[in-house]
């Protein structure tokens, strides 16, 4: 099933989420539509909070992975830098150049509650930085210097308002 995505303004966004404790079927059930949503969205990534669900678990698809799941995650080992655009599924439109770490790693576990550990780099660091902020009620905005938060903010308004087209470009998270 296909759930309604919450955009800025949505107080659910800005809620630190809880940890998950229960890997039953109704968990697996919500892991299922949230990888449905985030395809149909399209999207590479998409985190609990953002679909009204305050659960640390997010769904990601670089393009090589192919739909994973991870449930109560935990980055170490930030390296390198990277500024690439980003965008986000909550804040639909815009695009901005986010400072994340090249390479990191993070530690969680899958739906069943079986530990995982991935390395992500380049794409999939940020997917991962991206979805974990969201799991914190932090968004890619507070990420930016003021001008670069107040350049996404009046480019939304203007997509809102109808007087600019959304950029297509990479899919957001
Ligand atoms: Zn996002």
Redesign the pocket.
């Known amino acids: 099933m296909i759930l309604p995505i919450r955009t800025l303004g949505d107080p659910v966004l800005r809620q630190p989420a809880s940890p998950v404790t229960a890997f039953d079927d109704g968990f697996r059930h919500l892991c299922d539509d949230m990888i449905e949503t985030m395809y149909a969205a399209p999207?590479v990534?998409?985190?609990g909070p953002?679909v009204g669900v305050s659960l640390r678990v997010f769904v990601f698809d670089d393009g090589e992975t192919g739909p994973q799941i991870l449930a109560n995650p935990r980055l170490s080992d930030g390296a390198g830098d990277l500024a690439e655009e980003e965008?986000?599924?909550?804040?639909p439109g815009p695009y901005h150049v986010t400072p994340r770490f090249a390479t990191i790693r993070v530690r969680g576990t899958d739906a069943t509650g079986k530990d995982v550990e991935m390395l992500g780099e380049g794409l999939l660091a940020r997917i991962f930085q991206?979805?974990t902020?969201?799991l914190d009620g932090m968004?890619?905005i507070d990420r930016l210097d003021d001008e670069g938060r107040r350049e996404v903010l009046s480019e939304l308004r203007r997509i809102e308002l109808g007087l600019q087209e959304p950029a297509s470009r990479r899919r957001?998270?």
């Open positions: 999207g990534g998409l985190a953002q965008g986000c599924l909550s804040i991206h979805e902020d969201h968004l890619y957001p998270q």
